[in-house]
């Protein structure tokens, strides 16, 4: 059964830099697009970043741009979110998502593109 765990959340003081990691078990991230989706209390899950399988292609939300890197590690078969600059808003639990069907040139972070889910990590921001 295919899984993925997420890692690297904590406690960081705002303008301050965390890198999360997310590892599969029983699946071959690098064929699939991998997404980042994020939750806040009381509110809805949203779509972060992604990067797509076949040539690596990434996507943001606006409010990250610039200052959250999405890349894959092919050696470790391991997808990282490298968040810097982070904000009190960025605070959430983080997760990431595995595509449904093998990856393309694209992708896109769309929940009902995933099917795949970690149990997330928590971020915390300090103003």
């Known amino acids: 059964q295919a899984q993925v765990v997420e890692s690297g959340g904590g406690l960081v003081q705002s303008g301050g830099s965390l890198k999360l990691s997310c590892t599969g078990f029983?699946?071959?991230?690098?064929?699939?697009?991998i997404g980042w989706f994020r939750q806040a209390p009381g509110k809805e899950r949203e779509g972060v970043s992604c990067i797509s399988a076949a040539e690596g292609n990434t996507f943001y939300e606006d409010s990250v741009k610039g200052r959250f890197n999405i890349a894959r590690d092919y050696t470790k078969g391991t997808v990282y979110l490298q968040m810097n600059n982070l904000r009190p808003e960025d605070a959430a639990v983080y997760y990431c998502?595995?595509?449904?069907?093998?990856?393309?040139?694209?992708?896109?972070?769309?929940?009902?593109?995933?099917?795949?889910w970690g149990q997330g990590t928590q971020v915390t921001v300090s103003s």
């Open positions: 998502a595995v595509s449904k069907t093998v990856g393309g040139r694209y992708c896109a972070i769309v929940e009902s593109e995933y099917d795949t």
């Open positions: 029983g699946v071959t991230l690098d064929y699939y697009d």
